[in-house]
């Protein structure tokens, strides 16, 4: 799947619900009917309703179909208790597996798939001082560090999370966040330029256990997790 046509159509989607293309209840295109309108892949279409329906633009009944909920998205600075939850157990998954994975990049990554990552490192800062969103670079930086372990069953099982990843960096990242993520970035990139497992490992599970706690921080200080409740 392509990142810059899942975003394109997203944003594309998005605005259509919020100027009212697309009525609230109104029913949307099949996820077939729409990967044929975008000439793209249904897993693609499969992946834009799943953030519409995160972002709380749309509510996807199963057997049903997709509907739609809200022209405007849930306010990110509110989280609902399951969310907040789900974003915690997430990361913890997260530290149980991908510090492995970076040691194992640091073993077998080829040599192309190390200027790739060194790029994506590169690119993120870049974005980062122009102030936009760098998800996206962070996405594809962590998922580059699976594929470099050549194991199949790694790379399936991260593919797997892709949604929930996405619904992780929906919610807004102060500033000094995203620089910690950079840096750390830079010292597990560092490591795996250097074939140093030990320390790719130990910086990977440093930049998650600080990622866990940055979020448990940020959301007790805009007090979202007060009563744990969400916005209507």
């Known amino acids: 799947m392509s990142n810059i046509q899942y975003q394109r159509i997203l944003n594309e989607m998005m605005q259509k619900i919020e100027k ?8 949307l295109p099949t996820i077939n009917k729409t990967a044929m309108m975008y000439k793209v892949g249904t897993s693609t279409i499969r992946e834009v309703y799943k ?3 995160s972002k709380g633009y749309i509510n996807i009944q199963q057997g049903r179909g997709s509907f739609v909920k809200n022209r405007k998205p849930l306010k990110t600075s509110s989280i609902e208790r399951d969310s907040f939850i789900k974003l915690l157990k997430l990361t913890e998954l997260r530290i149980m597996i991908e510090p492995p994975f970076a040691a194992e990049a640091a073993i077998n990554a080829y040599n192309h798939e190390i200027d790739q990552i060194v790029e994506l490192t590169k690119d993120m800062e870049e974005v980062a001082k122009e102030n936009k969103p760098t998800y996206e670079l962070d996405l594809q930086f962590h998922k580059s560090i699976v594929e470099a372990t050549h194991n199949e069953y790694a790379v399936n099982i991260y593919e797997s999370l892709q949604h929930e990843l996405r619904f992780m960096h929906s919610f807004a990242k102060k500033k000094e966040m995203v620089e910690k993520a950079i840096h750390y970035h830079q010292m597990i990139t560092d490591s795996i330029i250097t074939r140093n497992p030990t320390n790719a490992k130990m910086y990977m599970e440093t930049h998650l256990m600080l990622k866990n706690s940055e979020i448990m921080m940020y959301e007790s200080t805009e007090h979202n997790i ?3 409740k969400g916005v209507e």
């Open 20 to 27: 009212g293309e697309w009525g609230i209840s109104e029913k």
């Open 51 to 53: 953030s519409l329906e």
């Open 226 to 228: 007060h009563n744990f």
